[in-house]
């Protein structure tokens, strides 16, 4: 039966300072086995020499999280002689090669193991180890490998009549199941073994799971645990769950927010408290949460352990904590073995007075308490107020690109705009909308250009909200660009230019968003481009029926292109023809351009602006158009154009002298026939 197999290190190409090589012989959790030199030349070799000859069945390689060679090939070799520890003069024989993963998908915190199952006999074996896969821990283009285990049979020198040749070994096995007649091996032998015999029978290939290589490095050398294992697997499960559970809760409760249903939010808000306690109780009840506090919270964790996936559990199930929005989940509750009234969440440490609260406390409620008005005086101050929780840090990138905006409205309110949890961006959104809104007049000519540069960067985070795929959050930047043209600009009296910034910036990625799928967010879009082309500051700049009045070719997205002659439609009817923007040759150019689409809804658009228009310019529209003569009627689309023309002229009888016409060539025509056959 397979085992594995002992083997000492020959040579190594290099090894890195304080690195032992010889690790690479012992199976452990706590080694850390063979890291190459750093910035060493590629390809590496390793030669290991095994403990007797050996018929390979399995190699498992256990590389490192982040030094990750990008291949490993593998050879097999015997030499002239079994006693010499010389790598001289053997000859090898290549067996494949292993491509290894870049970890990526793991934030390199798991460790790849590799199992390749082979069937080739030798005494020493070789390992070629190519480039590294570059990412940011590995700073000194390194390689590294944590453990190694070789799986196979000892075999040796075929004699005639040696009970260890296969042939014999096999009569012997049909007479006596189970007996081994190996010389070459002293001591245990795993085919007399009670434990596994029963498990090998007839099966000669075996391979316990006890000389699987993650058995050695993945269990705790001090001591096992296992009931606690099982307790904190369970847990784990379902606390995922639990996660869903308060997500739904979450999810439900910012829904009726939306709403304006207060008490059904404040409900949401209530069985998420009562269900993060009930939770608790059920971990402290299977004894998975200590009753004191660790002091490992506070205490700086090493590098390696900073990457670790999985949060602390406890300070997202204290019941007096927030409801954190990142962990939204949710899950049938884990079985209780008492009822949930058993024990109700402690009210004191909510109470800062000593003295009992009884039932006519005169005390004022949290919520009766009025703020005291105080000045804005910094931007940075606004966003607070968001709890002890934070959003994930921005990068590099996002740094450089939103400077500007940081120096305004501050870090933390920057980092929840470009934060990956959708509450965050719309918090940080309405926190601009509060700044905007209680910004006071004063500072003379030098607020004015401060209070126009705080616009500006408002609008920088709105530009961009504008294209996010929450309706929540793209219904916040409607409303911080609604305020802004409204009511910021005109009471500020910024200058035209401000206002031709913030409709130039935010313009175009409005009319991109009447081209999506979700048709809640198009029709949102499509409204507020109506309403920004009638808004006081907006309207005289003609900005909005210009660019929306621009051609699109005839393969644009159906949905977009729709969109974009629906808002034209609208735009005609509200202002008109006359000092509008709105002029015979773009609106028309628009028009031919769109009868030219691939799709019927948007011809039947455009068909409808161009009979729109015609009742203000009348025949000028005519010239835009191919001529009205049979021919061209003969395309059903002019023809409704030509008839619709017609209507609106009053001119109902021409169809009707047309047919006469027709109906008379036909009578003149049959008149000649006759006297022709006679």
């Known amino acids: 039966m397979p085992h594995k197999v002992k083997f000492k290190i020959l040579h190594v190409s290099g090894h890195d300072e304080g690195i032992n090589p010889l690790e690479l012989e012992v199976h452990n959790p706590v080694i850390q086995g063979w890291i190459s030199a750093r910035f060493c030349l590629f390809p590496q070799e390793l030669v290991f020499k095994l403990e007797r ?10 590389a490192h999280q982040y030094l990750i060679p990008s291949k490993v090939e593998l050879f097999i070799g015997e030499g002239p002689s079994f006693e010499s520890s010389s790598t001289h003069n053997v000859r090898y024989n290549r067996l494949g090669y292993i491509a290894l993963s870049d970890n990526e998908k793991t934030g390199f915190k798991a460790r790849e193991l590799k199992s390749v199952h082979v ?43 040696d009970a260890s040749n296969p042939a014999t070994q096999a009569i012997i096995d049909s007479y006596i199941p189970g007996f081994s007649f190996d010389t070459t091996k002293q001591g245990f032998n795993p085919r007399e073994d009670p434990m596994t015999l029963g498990a090998i029978n007839n099966r000669p290939d075996y391979i316990s799971p006890l000389d699987d290589l993650a058995f050695d490095m993945y269990q705790d050398p001090r001591e096992e645990r296992f009931d606690l ?45 009562e269900y993060r306690v009930h939770i608790q109780q059920q971990l402290e009840y299977h004894s998975l949460l200590d009753d004191k506090p660790k002091p490992r919270q506070t205490q700086p964790l090493p590098p390696a ?29 884990m079985p209780s073995p008492e009822p949930y009234t058993a024990r109700e969440p402690t009210p004191e440490p909510r109470q800062p007075s000593p003295e009992p609260q009884n039932q006519y406390s005169e005390r004022p409620l949290p919520v009766r308490r009025s703020p005291s008005p105080a000045p804005v005086e910094s931007p940075r101050e606004a966003f607070d107020d968001s709890g002890d929780l934070e959003p994930e840090p921005m990068n590099e990138k996002q740094m450089r690109e939103a400077q500007a905006v940081i120096d305004v409205f501050g870090l933390k309110m920057v980092t929840g705009a470009y934060s990956k949890q959708w509450s965050y961006r719309e918090d940080a959104l309405l926190a601009v909308y509060k700044i905007l809104e209680e910004t006071p007049l004063e500072g003379g000519e030098e607020g004015r250009v401060q209070r126009s540069n705080m616009m500006k960067n408002a609008i920088f985070l709105c530009r961009r909200a504008i294209l996010d795929k929450v309706m929540a959050v793209f219904s916040a930047s409607l409303k911080l660009l609604r305020m802004i043209l409204v009511e910021y600009i005109p009471k500020h009296s910024l200058d035209r230019s401000d206002t031709i910034y913030a409709v130039d910036k935010t313009l175009p990625n409005l009319v991109s968003r009447t081209g999506e799928t979700s048709q809640r967010q198009r029709l949102a879009a499509k409204d507020f481009i109506n309403d920004m082309a ?29 969109s974009r002659c629906e808002i034209v439609e609208q735009l005609v009817r509200d202002l008109g023809m006359t000092k509008s923007g709105l002029t015979l040759d773009n609106v028309m150019i628009f028009c031919v351009a769109a009868l030219d689409h691939n799709a019927k809804e948007v011809r039947e658009v455009a068909t409808r602006i161009i009979l729109e ?62 006297l022709e056959s006679f």
Do not use: W
Request: net charge positive; glycine share 4%; hydrophobic share 35%.
């Open 53 to 62: 000859r050996t018929r390979v069945r399995k190699l498992q390689i256990l």
């Open 119 to 161: 069937d080739a006999i030798g005494v020493y074996l070789k390992i070629v180890i190519y480039k590294n896969h570059v990412n940011r821990y590995n700073l000194y283009n390194q390689v590294g490998l944590v453990a190694i285990n070789v799986i196979g049979d000892f075999v040796a020198k075929k004699k005639s009549g």
């Open 229 to 273: 294992a099982k307790k904190i697997k369970q847990a784990m499960m379902d606390l995922q769950k639990v996660g869903e559970r308060l997500g739904k809760y979450e999810v439900e409760k910012r829904r009726a927010l939306e709403n304006e249903d207060f008490d059904l939010a404040q409900q949401k808000k209530d069985q998420m408290q």
């Open 305 to 333: 352990k900073m990457r670790t996936p999985t949060p602390p559990l406890r300070p997202q199930l204290k019941p007096i904590s927030p409801p954190v929005p990142a962990a939204k989940a949710a899950t049938p509750p």
């Open 534 to 562: 009638l808004m006081r500051e907006v309207k005289p700049l003609h900005i909005v029926p210009h660019y929306c009045t621009t051609p699109f070719e005839k393969t644009s997205p159906t949905r977009l292109a729709t």
């Open 613 to 674: 228009v015609y009742q203000f310019k009348g025949d000028d529209v005519r010239s835009y158009l191919p001529p009205d003569d049979a021919n061209t009627r003969k395309n059903v689309l002019y023809k409704q154009i030509f008839e619709g023309f017609d209507r609106i002229d009053g001119n109902t009888d021409r169809n009707t002298l047309a047919s006469k016409v027709r109906i008379d060539h036909f009578k003149t025509l049959f008149a000649v026939h006759l």
